[in-house]
């Protein structure tokens, strides 16, 4: 029995090992790049359980196995001791089945966000951590539940092995809400997967983690080797240590919660320990030897929204969390300052320091440092895009639309994804598109009154054949959308499904006026027409831009175009899209864009040469002519972009225009006779030979 126990220490040192090694070499970092349900997870789980060893969740049950099982003979001890970590490993992984339960409930049943589940998570356990940190070193009354020595009667009057069992299930809950960093994203995982057995098995996979150096506590016991000596020795100092070390980790879960993944992104913090890490290097091989492309990198795109929960501002989080940080510190100077009068000046000086370098590295110089690498990394990509031509014109793809979240709220940070598919459903590189007009896309949206109309240009993401775009939706209401791509130099306009965005009910208006002049941020724009406009026909529009004295208006160049106009149906089912002097631009139900956002909530970066046309005058004139055939008759909306030089505009933004003209039928013979005009010739001829007739028997 004995070589059993000195076997089985040895087996469970090795997987002990191996766990610490992956988890502090690089594996916890991986948690965020895990694919969900592999067996990574299991790896991260189980490595994770190993370090809570040293928490005042797991760390207590040495105190009650190891005495359990100790004189209790090798055979009898050795079964205890498996009883007891079985008791706990079954507790632990019921908690599994029911976060998983709750995922079901929370992300299944009622549609609520999967970061917005997380960021409540991550906030909710930072505040418990934090708390509990705050108590391990002293400065507030805060305990985590642990064991006091006192079991149920129940348990105690059983026999040693059912008692050891029934210890370890009743024990198992101490460790549920272990504050260490972890334990959330577990959970979040668990939550996400809305799989019971998944949830179950990652979790029991977690506990036999947080058991293994239990057990082997337990038959080093049992050989006469009581380890916990050094431990109870140390106990005091053991606890502070870890104390401090969980303000600092508590302090980051509870600001990533309060601020969201968003501001995780933007501190620049991700990015300064992967680039300690080197990290993106060795993905980035690996993802060249597997021919995909690297999924594991940060910019500015992966930031989608400058708030956080309760609506705070991202760059409050960098003060946040310093503030976190630097209260402890300065609390416990304060009060061993008052009670102790050989304190050394240099520990004030040693916290004011530590203070002030965390003032300067957290909100100062990594937000700036992941600022200019970002701008610069992505102006070498939007260089490289333009440069390089297509490298296939195959068939033209497929573009399939979804939004994060999927239940999309008003004035909520929102990701519109388009993902281009070739005929067997693979993904299409975002390369392989021609640039219309300097963009690979182009996406017009407006809501079903025709109000709060928008121009957004999707970037290429680190997903293969992926394009994204932030935007937030002014109001609540059913928004219609339409995607533009050109391939193999053919032009592809696809109407995607409508987008249901949530919030206080909106007051609908289409407000239709057929006035021919419109004032726009001190401009006029007029649009002149035939009196008549027919339906299946090419027809001539024409647009003016002038100032308050009634002088044309020289326009920029924008986007490829003086101006963008954009022809939408009252009944949403015909998108037009025109460009001056640009012939025959009919559509059918589907229709194509060209264009800019209108108002694009994250900046866009341009190559010189690009950002150079956008912005210098163009020499031709403002009076601007557009033919366009409308595909059936009824009223249609004209959406006018456009960029006066010299208006001080940001980058690709423009002023927009907004005209209603009302389209008759096709045009023929018979439409023509009893058009308006006609009908008033025809009128008056028949007024004047009724006079007559009058005159002449009257």
């Known amino acids: 029995m004995k070589k059993i126990l000195l076997g089985s220490i040895i087996g469970l040192a090795i997987l002990t090992i191996f766990g610490l090694v992956w988890g502090f070499t690089g594996g916890s970092a991986q948690a965020g790049s895990l694919v969900s349900g592999s067996w990574g997870w299991y790896l991260f789980s189980y490595a994770m359980g190993l370090t809570m060893i040293v928490l005042p969740c797991t760390l207590p049950l040495a105190f009650v196995i190891v005495p359990m099982v100790m004189k209790k003979g090798a055979a009898k001890g050795f079964s205890m001791a498996l009883a007891f970590g079985l008791g706990v490993a079954i507790t632990l992984s019921v908690y599994g089945i029911i976060f998983a339960l709750v995922g079901k409930a929370t992300i299944g049943t009622i549609n609520a966000p999967l970061e917005t589940v997380k960021n409540w998570v991550y906030f909710a356990a930072g505040i418990f951590a934090y708390l509990f940190a705050l108590g391990e070193i002293g400065l507030i009354k805060f305990r985590l539940p642990s064991y006091t020595g006192a079991a149920p009667a129940f348990i105690q009057h059983q026999q040693d092995y059912l008692k050891a069992f029934l210890l370890g299930l009743f024990l198992g809950n101490i460790g549920v809400g272990c504050p260490h960093p972890a334990t959330p994203l ?116 992966e930031v989608v929204g400058d708030t956080g929960l309760f609506g705070l501002p991202l760059w409050l989080g960098n003060w946040f969390l310093v503030a976190l940080w630097i209260v402890p510190m300065v609390w416990m100077w304060r009060r061993v300052k008052r009670s102790s009068n050989t304190l050394s000046p240099w520990c004030g000086r040693f916290v004011f320091t530590l203070s002030l370098l965390f003032i300067l590295t957290f909100v100062y110089t990594l937000p700036y440092r992941f600022l200019t690498a970002s701008m610069a990394d992505h102006h070498d990509e939007d260089e490289s895009s333009v440069v390089m031509p297509p490298t296939d014109h195959g068939t033209m793809p497929e573009v399939q639309f979804s939004t994060i979240p999927l239940q999309v709220a008003a004035q909520r940070p929102t990701v519109l994804n388009f993902s281009l598919r070739d005929n067997n459903d693979q993904a299409v590189a975002v390369s392989e598109l021609d640039l219309g007009h300097g963009k690979p896309m182009h996406i017009i949206g407006v809501r079903e009154d025709l109000q709060n109309f928008f121009h957004l240009h999707p970037r290429a993401s680190h997903i293969l054949g992926l394009l994204s775009v932030p935007w937030q939706f002014p109001s609540a209401g059913t928004y219609h959308l339409w995607s533009e791509i050109e391939h193999g130099g053919e ?55 002038t100032n308050s004295s009634g002088q044309l208006v020289e326009l920029a160049d924008y986007i490829g175009a003086q101006m963008h106009l954009t022809i939408i149906s009252e009944n949403l089912k015909q998108f037009i899209h025109a460009h001056p002097s640009e012939g025959d631009h009919s559509v059918g139900e589907h229709g194509h864009d060209d264009g800019h956002d209108h108002e694009h909530v994250w900046q866009t970066f341009l190559t010189p040469a690009l950002a150079q046309t956008t912005t210098e005058p163009s020499a031709l004139a403002s009076a601007l002519a557009f033919d366009v055939t409308f595909p059936e008759p009824g009223r249609y909306k004209l959406f006018a972009q456009f960029r006066p030089a010299g208006a001080g505009l940001a980058t690709e933004q423009a002023l927009l225009s907004t005209f209603w003209v009302e389209v008759a039928a096709s045009g023929n013979f018979g439409d023509l006779i009893f058009s308006k005009p006609s009908l008033a010739i025809i009128s008056l001829i028949l007024m004047f030979g009724l006079s007559r007739l009058v005159k002449k028997f009257i």
């Open 186 to 301: 577990i959970l979040i995982e668990i939550a996400s997967s809305q799989s019971v057995f998944y949830g179950w098995s990652l979790f029991l996979t977690h506990a036999i983690g947080r058991i293994i150096p239990l057990l082997i506590l337990a038959f080093l016991a049992i050989l006469g080797v009581n380890a916990l000596s050094w431990l109870v020795a140390r106990k005091d100092k053991l606890e502070r240590a870890t104390g401090w070390a969980m303000v600092f980790v508590a302090g980051f879960i509870l600001t990533l919660g309060l601020f969201t993944h968003d501001w995780w992104v933007a501190s620049g913090q991700h990015t300064f320990l992967e680039s300690l890490t080197q990290e993106e290097h060795f993905t980035t091989l690996l993802a060249q030897n597997l021919g995909t492309a690297n999924v594991h990198r940060h910019g500015p795109e």
């Open 491 to 545: 032009q592809q306009s696809v109407a995607h499904d409508p987008v249901e965005v949530i919030g206080s009910s909106p007051t609908l208006d289409k407000k239709i006026s057929f006035e021919r002049n419109q004032k726009t941020r001190g401009y006029n724009v007029s649009l002149e027409i035939s009196p008549t406009l027919f339906a299946a026909r090419q027809q001539e529009l024409s647009l003016q831009v």
